[in-house]
Nanobody
Framework: QVQLQESGPGLVKPSQTLSLTCTVS??????????WSWIRQPPGKGREWMGA???????YYSESLKSRASISRDTTKNQLSLQLNSVTPEDTAKYYC?????WGQGTQVTVSS
């Protein structure tokens, strides 16, 4: 059973960098052909795929976010990370990490001064 747990600050000021961590258990993040995604859902809106990091460390980003987003991993801790630069209130959302049918519970991030 794969379990994902997101963590990070609940409040970020505009123009700052949002940093989130996803701790994975039940599977190694280097397992062949696994692609680990970050997905967010703003209030009242649908889910938005932000990007992913593959089992081999390759990264993929949505066109709309690739200039601001960075996904990385720590294989020693079996963790994924998301950084989103220059945040605005429009980045307020619940952020999830995902592997196929496995989802974390999500972490709410509010961008506000």
């Amino acid at each position: 059973q794969v379990q994902l747990q997101e963590s990070g600050p609940g409040l970020v000021k505009p123009s700052q960098t949002l940093s989130l961590t996803c701790t994975v258990s039940g599977a190694s993040i280097t397992t062949a052909h696994f692609y680990w995604s970050w997905i967010r859902q703003p209030p009242g809106k649908g889910r938005e795929w932000m990007g992913a990091i593959a089992y081999d460390g390759d990264t993929y980003y949505s066109e709309s976010l690739k200039s601001r987003a960075s996904i990385s991993r720590d294989t020693t801790k079996n963790q994924l990370s998301l950084q989103l630069n220059s945040v605005t209130p429009e980045d307020t959302a619940k952020y999830y990490c995902n592997l196929g049918r496995y989802w974390g519970q999500g972490t709410q991030v509010t961008v506000s001064s």
